[in-house]
């Protein structure tokens, strides 16, 4: 009997023992759910710029940690070495909510202000994101999601009332972009409306030479995310050679530049970034 997994639109029918598109969902016991719970292979205390988020607590830090997996397949990704493996190939932490919420609250006296769910993309683990946040809002500690957006609008709606504030990545704006990564540009459209209407939202595009550069691009993004808010920040980073796209130079800062004087038309806030 096979069990279907409701978190992303993939809605993969998993056997026992069967791996989820993501690789870190499995069948069990006749239903689905998150293999990498409470495993991590990235912790750290980083700025809050990091994520980045500009208008959100500017300043501080934030306990950032990380698991295995991601539901898109970008073949630039830049976290590749921890987001496109299974488990069984790579090294990883366990630790309990309840360790790492109090980790937390011990960095506060360094600056920190909660907890991001980074690096890879964490809402694959949405059992584990959903009961530390849970935990470290009861202790007073801030929760960050940084996403790629790609979740279905259940899950998302009960994620909400925990989460201070998202970095969404708005990989491009075209269908046929998001086609070739195995996701949907409207999916990611509708996460960042609904995320906007509850907390704080960011949002991150990869400048990919030849991919998604042109500045009627960039325009009809950045006019989509005015319409929502005019003071919804805009980050636009370089994509540097990564995984399978290592033929391509790294995005021209110029390039970066120029399309970030596009999106300014639209937004108010707009970031340059890795420039």
Not at 188 to 217: F, G, W, Y
């Amino acid at each position: 009997m096979k069990a279907v997994c409701n978190i992303c639109p993939h809605k993969c029918k998993l056997s026992e023992g069967q791996y989820g598109f993501c690789n870190g969902r499995i069948g069990s016991e006749g239903k689905v759910i998150s293999d990498n719970y409470g495993k991590i292979t990235a912790i750290a205390l980083d700025p809050i710029e990091k994520k980045p988020l500009y208008h959100f607590y500017p300043g501080s830090r934030i306990l950032s940690v990380g698991s295995y997996g991601c539901n898109l397949r970008c073949p630039f990704c830049q976290n590749c070495d921890i987001s496109m493996v299974k488990g069984t190939e790579i090294d990883y932490a366990d630790i309990t909510i309840e360790e790492l919420v109090k980790k937390a609250l011990e960095l506060r006296s360094r600056g920190n202000i909660g907890i991001a769910y980074t690096y890879n993309e964490p809402l694959i683990g949405y059992e584990f994101v959903k009961d530390c946040s849970t935990l470290a809002k009861e202790n007073g500690l801030k929760n960050v999601a940084v996403t790629n957006g790609y979740i279905c609008e259940d899950p998302l709606r009960e994620l909400l009332p925990t989460i201070d504030a998202f970095n969404i990545d708005l990989k491009s704006f075209t269908k046929e972009f998001y086609t070739k990564i195995k996701g949907n540009l409207d999916t990611v459209k509708n996460t960042i409306i609904i995320a906007a209407e509850h907390c704080h939202v960011e949002v991150t595009t990869l400048i990919i030479p030849r991919e998604n550069d042109s500045e009627e691009e960039m325009e009809a993004l950045s006019d989509w995310l005015g319409s929502i808010s005019p003071d919804i920040p805009l980050h636009i980073s370089r994509f540097f050679p990564r995984w399978k796209v290592t033929d391509k130079e790294a995005t021209p800062v110029r390039t970066v530049y120029r399309l970030a004087e596009v999106a300014r038309r639209n937004l108010k806030y707009v970031y340059e970034g890795n420039c």
